[in-house]
């Protein structure tokens, strides 16, 4: 059984920062292209990032660059989210999804709360 586990939100203050890690389970990261992405309350699901293959090339959305980076740890196999200088507009419960072909599999979300 394929699983993805998100953990690391919390409660920050603006200007804080977070990170957040995607472990998988029944699947090798490897295999396909990693996205990180997040529902503010109130707004549909958008895409935060990603990690692409087979050369692992990183995409961010225009309002996180510079700000958010994607790495990965191969032998852990988990995705991270490092958010520095956070803005209470980056609230919002934030999943990691792996795909690739017919296969698409998303993690449960972890909460980020950004106070003024």
């Known amino acids: 059984e394929v699983q993805l586990v998100e953990s690391g939100g919390g409660l920050v203050q603006a200007g804080g920062s977070l990170r957040l890690s995607c472990a998988a389970s029944?699947?090798?990261?490897?295999?396909?292209?990693i996205g990180w992405f997040r529902r503010a309350p109130g707004k549909g699901r958008e895409g935060v990032g990603c990690?692409?293959?087979?050369?692992?090339?990183?995409y961010y959305e225009d309002s996180v660059k510079g700000r958010f980076t994607i790495s990965r740890d191969y032998v852990k196999n988990i995705v991270y989210l490092q958010m520095n200088s956070l803005k209470p507009e980056d609230t919002a419960v934030y999943y990691c999804?792996?795909?690739?072909?017919?296969?698409?599999?998303w993690g449960q979300g972890t909460l980020v709360t950004v106070s003024e």
């Open positions: 990690l692409s293959r087979p050369d692992g090339s990183k």
């Open positions: 029944g699947l090798t990261f490897d295999d396909y292209f």
């Open positions: 999804n792996a795909n690739y072909g017919w296969h698409n599999f």
